[in-house]
């Protein structure tokens, strides 16, 4: 599914009314219709209920007064506020209110001394529609309108946000100071909006459904931004009856330090999980005793001093990339200064696809020598930085790093010229010329070791010979899926080692019926 920023949505209304000559009448009519049907099939049927719809002085509010007249001739007891004077009435929502009017419809004007009647009324009614702003609203709510989006969020009643919750920041997801109406649903006209889907505005859109109103798909065909969904499974590889061990990939982990063995058992049986067909795990000499015989080859590497990989390993870890299909690197890796010249010299060499990920991505201190490595080869490696590790590596704050994820991810990606998953809520992964956004996961994912399973997953389907950025797309994914799977059960209680008996689960059924 496509997702636009507000000044791609303008443009896109923009060239359907004026290239395409789409009367925007006609536009405002079909996403009425198509609001109240989606309200109809979330709630039920409405006739009888009460009805409150609080429209804005523009288009937004044309389609809140589209709606109410649909919802009177359906025997629905609609009361309107309007929130602006008729004469600064965008022209569609002058004619819609006109069309109301004739209908003998119910229109009160939001001003200071009106509130306290529409406090009273709010909290009699069964349903709030919220169609005070659109997709072109930015900065804070003030005034009178802050004081409505207050009665609104302190009323116990379901409220249907009108293309995007007033407050929110349709591109950003910004909302300042808290103030932005809180929805049960929203209802996005054409095309999913980015500020439905980033914190902290994803927080007050509930439900969020897509309608059609009529917009032609062609005038959105360059917007290379997507949300991930179901769909995603059609990008896995097959699994044909022929094929062995080999067919599915040998992966090639450096992983693992004294203090964090944990991380390279995580990443080598998520990869085994999640379909690759051999493991080899490379580890420090000191550890290798704390892996049970099992299905991971595991290698003892000279180490360093501080029970790290590190110069000393240089040779060994080299010798076993050759015939390696893919390589993880980074989980556990510790912070010896070592690795820094280790995992230069490993990328230096290796050609074939790989991820990078925790320790491996702190161990890149200057950037200069990473970006003469021909493009070719950069395209198929895959970095999975959190936050804190992507402000490391692009010497910025995490402030900034968290208030512009889809700008941080795309910028890493042309700067460094591999595919970027930028881990967090939501997961952002750029590549390709391309961005998902991804739609899996939930808050009990926050634990320490889900990052290194999804190093394996990834890893695994790049193993499998999967186009490395949709392998990191499809890894997300599926990845968050299998989150989403426990989570009923396992709650704020799950840990990563959790995934790895679900992993089979969701590669194997069909994903939107898990």
Avoid at 84 to 101: A, K, T, V
Avoid at 402 to 429: C, D
């Amino acid at each position: 599914m496509i997702v636009v920023t507000a000044k791609e949505m303008q443009n896109i209304d923009e060239k359907a009314i004026k290239e395409f000559k789409i009367p925007s009448l006609v536009l405002m009519e079909n996403a009425g219709v198509a609001a109240v049907k989606a309200i109809e099939e979330e709630f039920g049927d409405l006739s009888g209920k009460r009805v409150i719809i609080l429209a804005g002085s523009g288009n937004n509010g044309g389609d809140g007064l589209v709606i109410a007249r649909h919802l009177l001739n359906r025997d629905v007891n609609v009361k309107v506020y309007m929130f602006g004077e008729e004469g600064d009435l965008s022209e569609e929502c002058r004619h819609n209110l006109s069309i109301f009017n004739k209908l003998q419809g119910e229109v009160n004007l939001i001003t200071d001394t009106s509130l306290s009647k529409l406090r009273i009324n709010i909290t009699l009614t069964d349903i709030v529609i919220d169609a005070l702003v659109g997709t072109g609203f930015t900065g804070e709510p003030k005034g009178v309108l802050s004081e409505v989006i207050g009665l609104v969020n302190n009323c116990r009643n379901p409220v249907v946000a009108i293309d995007i919750p007033t407050g929110v920041d349709s591109t950003s997801g910004a909302v300042y100071n808290g103030s932005a109406i809180r929805a049960v649903l929203t209802i996005s006209f054409g095309f999913m909006k980015t500020g439905l889907l980033l914190y902290p505005g994803a927080d007050y859109c509930g439900k969020i459904r897509v309608v059609d109103i009529g917009l032609p798909k062609q005038l959105a065909e360059n917007i290379k931004r997507y949300i991930t969904d179901e769909k995603i499974k059609e990008l896995l590889p097959p699994r044909h009856a022929w094929a062995h061990k080999g067919t599915f990939g040998h992966c090639l982990v450096i992983a693992g330090s004294k203090s964090m063995p944990g991380a390279a058992y995580l990443t080598s049986y998520g990869l085994l999980r999640s379909g690759a067909g051999v493991v080899t795990l490379a580890v420090p000499t000191g550890i290798k005793e704390q892996f049970s015989p099992g299905e991971v080859i595991v290698v003892p590497v000279q180490e360093s001093e501080t029970g790290c990989l590190g110069l000393v390993s240089t040779d060994h870890i080299l010798e076993l990339c050759k015939g390696k299909t893919a390589l993880v690197i980074g989980p556990g890796l510790g912070r010896d200064p070592e690795l820094q010249q280790l995992i230069k010299t490993i990328l230096q060499n290796w050609q074939g696809p790989l991820v990078l990920d925790a320790d491996g991505l702190n161990s890149i201190t200057d950037l200069s020598w990473l970006t003469k490595i021909p493009t070719a080869i950069r395209r198929k490696w895959v970095f999975t930085p959190h936050p804190g590790e992507m402000a490391r590596l692009l010497n910025k704050n995490i402030d900034e790093i968290n208030k512009n994820r889809m700008e941080v991810a795309w910028s890493a990606h042309r700067q460094l010229g591999v595919n970027v998953v930028l881990k967090g809520a939501p997961t952002i992964t750029a590549g390709d010329n391309q961005i998902y956004i991804n739609s899996t996961g939930n808050p009990s994912m926050s634990t320490a070791g889900m990052g290194d399973v999804l190093s394996g997953v990834i890893g695994a389907l790049l193993c499998q010979g999967m186009n490395p950025f949709l392998a990191a797309v499809a890894g997300v994914y599926i990845h968050g899926k299998a989150g989403d799977y426990l989570n009923s059960e396992k709650g704020r209680g799950m840990i990563a080692s959790d995934l790895l008996s679900v992993l089979p689960v969701i590669f194997s059924a069909e994903i939107s019926k898990v």
